[in-house]
């Protein structure tokens, strides 16, 4: 109940192509979703959110789709390049107003040239 | 300026031992967070304090003990340690402790248990 499940755990592009990661969660108290990415070494940083009261949400290249009665939600990334390789994390908040977020797996992002 | 910043990088200890992390944010912000990062990289909250106050308690060994000596600063205490204990540790703060407030994360200490 209180997990995020991601996937791929790998995923390799080409440049200029869509990367799109996916996640699904059970517990319909979640109400806050945000991504992060991480490049190695560093610590992750918040990439983007949504709340389940939108379809759909863009910034820039990154775009989250999100489908509340499927739990599902997803991170779309246009135009990838070599610069977005790095690992992306979904997430999301049990409906507490603690700032606890239950993270999915993690998805390594690679994009060639 | 570093916004989030974590002491040391590194840490390489032998079992059984004590250490000490340390993490200080020059951001203002009120909340701030420890995560444990494994060897699979998954990220699990650990801690988190609000104006010095402990508002999350993750299911975490008690050998770990979390000590904020003000809203800058969090350190963590881990003793007896153990080799599952080997991962990277992240501090991270917020403004506040919605969970809609961005968490800014700090570089991460790599701690190796021998």
């Known amino acids: 109940q209180q997990q995020v499940k991601q996937s791929p755990q790998s995923l390799i592009v080409q440049k200029g192509g869509i990367s799109i990661i996916n996640c699904a969660y059970e517990?319909?108290?979640?109400?806050?979703f945000p991504w992060y990415q991480q490049f190695p070494g560093k610590g992750p940083a918040l990439l983007i959110a949504?709340?389940?009261?939108?379809s759909e949400k863009k910034e820039g290249r990154f775009t989250i789709s999100f489908n509340k009665s499927a739990k599902q939600f997803s991170l779309h990334i246009m135009d990838s390049q070599p610069g977005d390789s790095a690992t992306y994390f979904c997430?999301?908040?049990?409906?507490?107003?603690?700032?606890?977020?239950?993270f999915g797996q993690g998805t390594t992002l690679q994009v060639k040239p | 300026d570093t916004a989030v910043s974590q002491t040391p990088k590194y840490l390489v200890t032998q079992m059984g031992n004590d250490k000490s992390i340390k993490c200080e944010q020059n951001l203002g912000h009120d909340t701030m967070y420890w995560y444990k990062q494994d060897s699979k990289k998954f990220l699990k909250i650990m801690f988190s304090?609000?104006?010095?106050?402990?508002?999350i308690n993750e299911t975490v060994p008690n050998r770990f003990s979390p000590k904020s000596p003000d809203k800058a600063h969090l350190n963590l205490h881990i003793n007896s340690l153990e080799l599952g204990d080997s991962a990277v540790y992240f501090c991270?703060?917020?403004?506040?402790?919605?969970?809609?407030?961005?968490?800014?994360f700090g570089p991460g200490t790599r701690l190796t248990v021998t």
């Open positions: 991270a703060s917020s403004q506040g402790q919605g969970a809609s407030y961005e968490q800014y």
């Open positions: 997430a999301a908040n049990p409906g507490s107003n603690t700032g606890k977020l239950i």
């Open positions: 949504i709340r389940p009261d939108v």
């Open positions: 304090y609000n104006n010095k106050e402990l508002i």
């Open positions: 517990n319909t108290a979640f109400d806050y």
